[in-house]
């Protein structure tokens, strides 16, 4: 997939899928298939679930997935690759199945988000940039679901790009940031390449322009009649900024039978000033005029702004969003978990670690959620062998790995399969959605969580269940009688 640069996302992989490649060739591997699994391990900020995201962007990478000659002749200038293996890659082309969990969907630590089963140079070759892709957007999304649930129903912005690392990071992450429920950016790329719905108001530039606040405020609101949001905190918020504000919208909106505008508050203590100026507006008559906010905002800080009895309609947050600050790594890893014989048997494979955390579930495997018929919500999550099958019209006993002394009786449940088929054979047979369709899915989704999981801190721990097969299995691998 070429950016435009024009580089060649073919060659995002760490140089080690490469040697691993020509070394799979030379040891008469190259074609064994293989199954690998992308999952995390901790949700970030101590949280009790993470959102997927990144899918669109691991399809776009994969239907492009080629070496053009300019990437051969750097490879060959290495001098430590077959000529066997250079003309393997020039010939490239994923034959492999895919199977993801939609983004948008609430997911959790150890469960597989992408299953890749394909030839193992294939498989091996996709690990950088999907993990690349997984682990940004699915963080981002992370934190602005977080950040909308502080907000309690009124308006977030993505407002990040300027504190983003770099221009990729702006561009994707305001999309994952819509997904996670925010109704729009202040980045005009995204909207033209995403339909991110991009927006904005002014700087505090605008209004040093003029030789008054209140001549940069009139000027706006006649450029910009129906959408105008003035920024009031220039020079000073309550003495000049509000009262300039009411003057302008008096002057310039109020014969036009406009009631509907804006100010914004970027400085100072934000609960009190929104307080007082809300009483200015409204005692002017101004009573649909909104209150916008920013500067250095989180899911705490908005928590404690509405506490506090902050008026505050909009909430633009940047940096700490756009960068996912108090945790900026979302940890997902990429393990083999199996392999597959000529003659189609699975073998599972397992990663062992003093470690406890980093210890893989081993075999190719289905993931299914349970729902309460009664109720709607999320019971358990549940990981059983690509094989099996679950029947959601009786009882079934589940047990958490973490403590295999628990055991636990599902009941009166609906079973749906999480993980979809994205390509088979290579091919895409997965329909993308739209990004306002992943963005209801995700809302509807979040929604099925129990208040209980979605709490900022100590949320209830969300099981990811293990069937009897796939435990029995694990165990074995761990006690080496496999």
Request: glycine content about 8%; charged content about 25%.
């Amino acid at each position: 997939m070429k950016n435009d640069s024009g580089r060649n996302m073919t060659m995002l992989c760490d140089f080690y899928e490469l040697t691993m490649g020509n070394g799979y060739l030379a040891a008469g591997m190259a074609d064994r298939v293989t199954y690998f699994d992308l999952f995390f391990r901790t949700v970030p900020d101590g949280g009790g679930f993470a959102i997927a995201a990144g899918l669109e962007q691991i399809i776009d990478y994969i239907q492009d997935l080629h070496f053009g000659p300019d990437d051969i002749a750097y490879l060959r200038g290495r001098g430590i690759f077959s000529e066997e293996f250079l003309t393997y890659l020039a010939n490239f082309k994923f034959t492999g199945d895919i199977w993801a969990v939609p983004e948008g969907t609430p997911v959790f630590p150890r469960e597989p988000l992408v299953v890749v089963r394909a030839p193992a140079i294939q498989a091996q070759l996709l690990e950088t940039y999907m993990l690349c892709a997984v682990n940004h957007q699915s963080l981002i999304a992370t934190k602005a679901s977080r950040i909308v649930r502080a907000a309690q129903g009124r308006t977030v912005l993505e407002f990040g790009s300027r504190r983003a690392q770099g221009a990729d990071a702006a561009i994707v992450g305001a999309r994952a940031a819509y997904i996670g429920g925010c109704a729009g950016t202040a980045c005009a790329i995204s909207d033209q390449i995403y339909g991110v719905p991009a927006g904005g108001t002014m700087a505090h530039a605008w209004v040093q322009m003029f030789d008054t606040e209140l001549d940069a405020f009139r000027a706006y609101c006649r450029t910009y009649p129906t959408s105008a949001t003035l920024l009031v905190d220039t020079y000073n918020t309550l003495q000049s900024g509000v009262p300039n504000a009411i003057r302008a919208f008096n002057e310039i909106l109020k014969p036009l039978g406009i009631t509907k505008c804006g100010i914004r508050l970027d400085s100072g203590d934000l609960a009190y000033l929104s307080r007082k100026a809300r009483k200015m507006l409204d005692d002017a008559g101004w009573t649909e005029c909104t209150i916008t906010c920013s500067n250095a905002l989180d899911e705490y800080l908005i928590r404690d702004l509405i506490s506090q009895g902050a008026c505050i309609d909009c909430f633009g947050v940047g940096e700490r969003l756009i960068t996912a600050r108090s945790e900026p790594v979302f940890g997902g890893v990429y393990k083999l978990v199996a392999v597959e014989d000529a003659d189609g048997a699975i073998t599972p494979k397992i990663k062992i670690s003093e470690n406890v955390g980093k210890i893989t579930n081993p075999h190719f495997k289905k993931l299914y959620r349970f729902y309460g018929r009664d109720t709607g919500k999320a019971v358990a999550d549940y990981l059983c062998l690509h094989d099996e099958t679950v029947d959601d019209s009786r009882n079934l006993e589940i047990f958490d790995p973490e403590a295999t002394w628990k055991r636990k009786e599902v009941y009166d449940f609906k079973a749906r399969e999480l993980l979809v088929p994205i390509f088979q054979g290579g091919e895409l047979v997965y329909e993308k959605p739209t990004l306002n369709e992943i963005k209801a899915y995700c809302a509807a989704q979040v929604d099925t969580l129990w208040d209980e999981v979605k709490r900022f801190e100590n949320p209830h721990r969300y099981y990811v269940d293990l069937s009897q097969k796939l435990w029995d299995i694990k165990n074995d691998l761990l006690n080496g009688k496999r």
